[in-house]
């Protein structure tokens, strides 16, 4: 069990730190790389390196952006070194199959995959957004990004999302 | 079908498996915050060397190959220069015969 220093702030104790955050870590890890094996060890080395950074944070605010931040960058970083082998991208992605209205995991699922197809920094945007509930400022101050391109990117994810899903559950006549 | 709400559905938070918070402290135990700048320095300095070794193993490379060229060279100039005294040799030999023959002839 790793010692809590003596000047540590409350609530930034590191393993309740790792129990409160980790959904999070993990989860913006898998919605962006949609590799579970992958998001785990990444979340693993995100916690790791909070451990070594602890001293350096504030607040457990200022450890919740940290996190966020390092997760996205560390996630992004991922995608980059994979751009070498051919992904689809979100207007070559196969329809999603047999939808059915809001609620269905399979609507669900087929979100997913259709986020994953997009472009590495929108993916980024709209996990953040929708995930974490974020709003455009808080997400380009996590990816160090403008808020307009985040206002552009999202925007852009989002009408080819629609597109995409409208196109699909009107073809089964939903 | 309302996108937004379909989105936060389907990119809700997950648990990762209920092990995590076990391994992860396991990893924190086995000392990574002094391990992993040492793992670092060991993979940076494993990559400068390799880099090295491979500069190193080229050079020599390139010297044995010089070496065996200006080998080959010298060979290749010796056995010319053996040539050609051997085909001096010869039209020397062939030339005395001439003059020892046309000495004889001349004596008788």
């Known amino acids: 069990m790793p010692e809590r220093p003596v000047s540590t702030p409350a609530g930034m104790d590191f393993t309740g730190l790792v129990r409160q955050h980790q959904a999070m870590v993990f989860s913006i890890a898998w919605h962006v790389l949609r590799d579970r094996a992958v998001a785990e060890e990444l979340a693993q080395d995100v916690f790791l390196s909070l451990h070594q950074h602890l001293a350096t944070l504030e607040s457990p605010g200022h450890a919740l952006f940290w996190l966020r931040r390092v997760t996205s960058n560390r996630a992004l970083d991922v995608l980059r070194r994979r751009q070498r082998h051919p992904m689809v991208s979100l207007e070559n992605a196969p329809e999603p199959v047999a939808l059915s209205p809001a609620g269905d995991p399979l609507l669900g699922t087929a979100l997913r995959r259709l986020v994953g197809a997009l472009p590495e920094k929108a993916r980024a945007i709209v996990v953040l957004r929708y995930q974490e509930d974020l709003d455009p400022a808080e997400i380009a101050k996590i990816l160090d990004i403008p808020v307009g391109t985040v206002k552009s990117q999202l925007q852009r994810a989002l009408a080819l999302l629609r597109e995409k899903m409208s196109r699909t559950l009107g073809e089964i006549g939903l | ?108």
């Open chain 2, 1 to 108: 079908m309302n996108l937004d709400d379909e989105l936060k559905s389907a990119l809700r938070r997950h648990e990762p498996p209920p092990d995590f918070t076990a391994r992860v402290l396991a990893r924190v135990s086995a000392g990574p915050a002094r391990t992993a700048p040492l793992a670092g320095l060991s993979s940076t300095l494993t990559r400068k060397s390799t880099r090295w070794v491979a500069a190193i193993a080229a050079t020599l490379l390139l010297a044995a190959g010089a070496l065996e060229y200006r080998q080959y060279e010298g060979e290749r100039a010796k056995s010319q220069v053996l040539l050609a005294m051997r085909i001096t040799a010869s039209k020397l030999n062939k030339a005395q015969k001439k003059v020892q023959m046309l000495s004889h002839r001349s004596i008788s």
